[in-house]
């Protein structure tokens, strides 16, 4: 992609972001192990659209800072990242699209911030009382996060024989060569890692406030990470409009996979 990249001091850390077009502001949060690239395939048809598109490299990473510890990663500091970085911006209010741990830190900011998200557009995770509540379904597909919690092992483990069990935990070649090169970088893997470490409370059933925004969710049935219920059950926690469109196929990075089946819908929910 070629759009202009700027380096903004936002909530005490240098950040990578992306801003490209003119128009209403679009704000698109990545997860893990992405950076702003995983929604290359979006981008040139939302700037076409009308949208001035801003794609930030989340905190620890890209080629955002690394912050020191654990803690600095709780979802509090994920929360005024994205609010740090509308007020640099000088926005008021946003239409909000975010998947994998981008769509933890963008359903934590409508809970805090309703007022600045004009509608919230998730793909792949729900409402965290949703997601925590997911039963025994939920917590099998969520194995990771348990294992995410041990210190070094994580690290270790995905790094080992070539990086052979990250190639195989997420199963998708077409990104493994954007990831690899970048969580090769000193202190990159442990950073995203460091996303679950910091919030492992998350997959505890737990009753969360209410979203107090239009919510139109986007999962596909490919998600080896998650189930469809914890998307569509977050009806239940949504004052306002709730769609949930489920497309049949796609894996869990769905706006890469099939962005021929997403990129129609999200146009439809944006408007």
Same mark, same amino acid.
């Given at each position: 992609?070629?759009?202009?990249?700027?380096?903004?001091?936002?909530?005490?850390?240098?950040?990578?972001?992306?801003?490209?077009?003119?128009?209403?502001?679009?704000?698109? *949060?990545?997860?893990?192990?992405?950076?702003?690239?995983?929604?290359?395939?979006?981008?040139?048809?939302?700037?076409?659209?009308?949208?001035?598109?801003?794609?930030?490299?989340?905190?620890?990473?890209?080629?955002?800072?690394?912050?020191?510890?654990?803690?600095?990663?709780?979802?509090?500091?994920?929360?005024?990242?994205?609010?740090?970085?509308?007020?640099?911006?000088?926005?008021?209010?946003?239409?909000?699209?975010?998947?994998?741990?981008?769509?933890?830190?963008?359903?934590?900011?409508?809970?805090?911030?309703?007022?600045? *998200?004009?509608?919230?557009?998730?793909?792949?995770?729900?409402?965290?009382?949703?997601?925590?509540?997911?039963?025994?379904?939920?917590?099998?597909?969520?194995?990771? *996060?348990?294992? @995410?919690?041990?210190?070094?092992?994580?690290?270790?483990?995905?790094?080992?024989?070539?990086?052979?069990?990250?190639?195989?935990?997420?199963?998708?070649?077409?990104?493994?060569?954007?990831?690899?090169?970048?969580?090769?970088?000193?202190?990159?893997?442990?950073?995203?890692?460091?996303?679950?470490?910091?919030?492992?409370?998350?997959?505890?059933?737990?009753?969360?406030?209410?979203?107090? *925004?239009?919510?139109?969710?986007?999962?596909?049935?490919?998600?080896? @990470?998650?189930?469809?219920?914890?998307?569509?059950?977050?009806?239940?926690?949504?004052?306002?409009?709730?769609?949930?469109?489920?497309?049949?196929?796609?894996?869990?990075?769905?706006?890469?996979?099939?962005?021929?089946?997403?990129?129609?819908?999200?146009?439809? @929910?944006?408007?």
């Amino acid at each position: 992609m070629d759009y202009p990249l700027q380096k903004l001091q936002i909530n005490g850390l240098q950040m990578n972001v992306l801003i490209a077009g003119e128009g209403e502001p679009l704000l698109l *949060v990545h997860g893990f192990p992405d950076t702003h690239t995983v929604w290359r395939k979006q981008i040139p048809l939302l700037i076409e659209a009308g949208y001035q598109v801003i794609a930030p490299d989340t905190r620890g990473c890209g080629d955002s800072e690394i912050p020191a510890q654990i803690a600095d990663y709780h979802r509090d500091n994920l929360v005024e990242d994205l609010r740090a970085l509308l007020d640099t911006l000088k926005i008021a209010k946003v239409r909000l699209v975010a998947h994998d741990w981008g769509a933890v830190q963008g359903w934590f900011f409508v809970l805090k911030y309703p007022g600045r *998200v004009e509608r919230y557009i998730p793909l792949s995770v729900g409402h965290p009382t949703a997601y925590g509540s997911g039963g025994w379904r939920q917590k099998l597909k969520g194995w990771y *996060v348990l294992m @995410f919690q041990l210190p070094w092992f994580p690290e270790w483990l995905l790094k080992t024989a070539n990086w052979w069990v990250l190639r195989k935990f997420t199963a998708f070649p077409e990104e493994f060569a954007h990831w690899q090169p970048m969580l090769s970088r000193p202190g990159r893997l442990s950073a995203g890692i460091n996303y679950y470490r910091a919030n492992a409370d998350i997959i505890l059933p737990k009753q969360w406030p209410r979203a107090r *925004v239009p919510v139109y969710g986007i999962f596909s049935t490919g998600d080896n @990470f998650l189930t469809e219920g914890q998307m569509r059950n977050s009806a239940n926690y949504v004052d306002g409009p709730f769609r949930c469109v489920v497309l049949e196929g796609p894996n869990h990075w769905l706006q890469v996979d099939a962005p021929e089946m997403v990129n129609p819908v999200l146009l439809q @929910f944006l408007r």
